[in-house]
């Protein structure tokens, strides 16, 4: 299973992250951040002329269940209380908005168990009755990004270190197991390894195929959380391709050779991206991999 891009952030990133989110979403005239740098944030980080109040929260990755569920309880009990808490300075910052939601935003929902909390949570809070809160419509939930999925998508591309998405490389099981299944794929990747591969042409295939399981599940990976992204991957990919393809008809090299040159014109182009080195590589030579093995490198042959 690749990683998802929320798996490296850390509170601040996924906070900026959020923020970009819901700025697109509901556009500089409904949406209010508020600054924490003057005396706090009353346990608000942003809201919106519709009447909703967002706070954001990163769980350590490395909590258990049990960890992650009383670290989230404990979140949305401890800001629920600042409404209470600042009630004055809340209602003077809202100026006349009822709030009628409340949303903790988190990276992955992991339990049902926190549902039940912030249904508790929801009579407590119409018990107490902050001035501002709409009492009638008013709830708290648990939301991910995954209920703004165009907004998300817009907001990725301003992580600004590189992207390093990584998948596990299969065991030799699981590539013999990939022969067994793919018999017409491996027949070519077969086929094409004689001519391409002098030296412990072996190996050299059953290295084609991990690299071909990992492109594939790397590439559904990019397509899922870095669309734009992927397009743009796949349309130099496929442009590389066509131009050793193209100067094949003039210039007749072993086949060894072109798929160095394409090794290293893939390279070339992907280096250019922000994606990790890691991720160059893999993609480089992983797509050598799927086409050698579903038949768009014939002419090298």
């Known amino acids: ?8 952030m850390d509170g601040t990133s996924w906070e900026d992250f959020c923020e970009k989110m819901l700025r697109k979403h509901f556009t500089w005239k409904c949406f209010f951040p508020v600054p924490h740098e003057d005396r706090g944030d009353h346990g608000i980080e942003f809201y919106t002329s519709c009447g909703t109040i967002f706070q954001c929260y990163y769980p350590d990755p490395s909590y258990s269940m049990k960890e992650y569920k009383a ?6 009990n401890d800001d629920l209380k600042k409404l209470k808490k600042y009630e004055k300075g809340i209602s003077d910052m809202l100026n006349g908005v009822k709030i009628k939601t409340w949303v903790l935003l988190i990276p992955y929902n992991k339990s049902r168990e926190l549902l039940k909390y912030c249904s508790r949570k929801t009579k407590e ?3 107490a009755l902050p001035t501002f809160i709409e009492s009638d419509d008013f709830i708290v939930k648990i939301e991910t990004d995954d209920s703004f999925i165009e907004e998300s998508l817009y907001a990725r591309n301003f992580i600004s270190k590189e992207i390093n998405l990584t998948v596990n490389s299969p065991n030799q099981q699981e590539v013999d197991a990939w022969k067994a299944g793919n018999s017409e794929f491996y027949s070519n990747v077969v086929r094409k390894t004689e001519k391409i591969a002098t030296k412990n042409s072996d190996s050299f295939r ?5 690299k071909y399981v990992q492109i594939n599940e790397l590439l559904d990976a990019y397509r899922e959380q870095y669309p734009e992204l992927y397009g743009q991957l796949t349309s130099i990919a496929l442009n590389n391709l066509r131009i050793l393809k193209d100067d094949s008809y003039f210039d007749a090299r072993p086949a ?3 798929v160095k040159d394409l090794l290293k014109l893939n390279r070339e182009q992907f280096e250019k991206i922000a994606i990790s080195r890691e991720n160059v590589q893999m993609l480089s ?7 050698i ?4 490198m014939d002419f090298i042959v």
């Open 256 to 258: 060894a050779d072109v």
């Open 125 to 127: 809070v119409k018990e």
């Open 71 to 76: 670290k989230v309880q404990k979140k949305i």
């Open 293 to 296: 093995a579903e038949c768009q």
């Open 1 to 8: 299973m690749a990683a998802n891009f929320k798996d490296d």
């Open 285 to 291: 030579f992983g797509w050598i991999a799927q086409w």
């Open 206 to 210: 059953n290295d084609l195929i991990a």
